[in-house]
Nanobody
Framework: QVQLVESGGGSVQTGGSLRLSCLASGRTFSSYVMGWFRQAPGKEREFVAAITWNGGSTYNADSVKGRFTISRDNAKNTVNLQMNSLKPEDTAVYYC??????????????WGQGTQVTVSS
């Protein structure tokens, strides 16, 4: 089992950058695929990005390709999401999630509490 805590959210203007971090507890962090999802008001939670256990493969939603980068540091039990060129439509609560195998769906068994990202025009 793993517990996840996100940090790094905030408010920025269009074109700005933010870096989200997710700290995982537990000794098996490196066993998990880590994902980032987001949920905007009135919308369903959607996939943003994911990274395999060793960082060898990453996956990104089309809406964030070229702007967001996911990375992980297994020694520090952290996964990060660098978000550049932010747009108002990126405004959402961002969630960190863990799963043993990659999936772009909301079927991850472990979730953090979320962190708010607000992008103003």
């Amino acid at each position: 089992q793993v517990q996840l805590v996100e940090s790094g959210g905030g408010s920025v203007q269009t074109g700005g950058s933010l870096r989200l971090s997710c700290l995982a507890s537990g000794r098996t962090f490196s066993s998990y695929v880590m994902g980032w999802f987001r949920q905007a008001p009135g919308k369903e939670r959607e996939f943003v990005a994911a990274i395999t256990w060793n960082g060898g493969s990453t996956y990104n939603a089309d809406s964030v390709k070229g702007r967001f980068t996911i990375s992980r540091d297994n020694a520090k039990n952290t996964v990060n999401l660098q978000m550049n060129s932010l747009k108002p439509e990126d405004t959402a609560v961002y969630y960190c999630a863990a799963r043993y195998r990659y999936s772009p769906n909301n079927d991850y068994p472990y979730w953090g509490q979320g962190t708010q990202v607000t992008v103003s025009s």
